[in-house]
């Protein structure tokens, strides 16, 4: 059963960067589809970011694209999302999350997931 913390939240004044990370245990993510998503208060949970397997091939969704990067350290067994130039927008909970059996049609679903995180908060101040 693997275990996802994520650590990095904070408040930030808009234009400023976080990087948040995803640390796992009980399992390997090398070959995981490890994601990001986030949920702002009174909405839904909504896909940011996700690196594909093993292979690399990231995606990410159109509010985000240009400003944040997914990636992974399989030798710390971590997952990161670093954020660039934040928006008040961008304030959210969000959540790390991972699945060795995800096909890539649905890599944007929240209910593709088997493993999450308790996830971290993020204040973008205007």
């Known amino acids: 059963q693997v275990q996802l913390v994520e650590s990095g939240g904070g408040l930030v004044q808009a234009g400023g960067s976080l990087k948040l990370s995803c640390t796992a245990s009980g399992g390997s993510l090398r070959r995981d589809t490890v994601a990001w998503f986030r949920q702002a208060p009174g909405k839904e949970r909504e896909f940011v970011a996700a690196?594909?397997?093993?292979?690399?091939?990231?995606y990410y969704s159109d509010s985000v694209k240009g400003r944040f990067t997914i990636s992974r350290d399989n030798a710390a067994n971590t997952a990161s999302l670093q954020m660039n130039t934040l928006e008040p927008a961008d304030t959210a909970v969000y959540y790390c999350?991972?699945?060795?059996?995800?096909?890539?049609?649905?890599?944007?679903?929240?209910?593709?997931?088997?493993?999450w995180g308790q996830g971290t908060q993020v204040t973008v101040s205007s």
């Open positions: 690196l594909f397997r093993s292979g690399g091939h990231t």
């Open positions: 999350a991972a699945s060795s059996t995800i096909i890539l049609s649905t890599v944007r679903r929240a209910e593709s997931y088997h493993f």
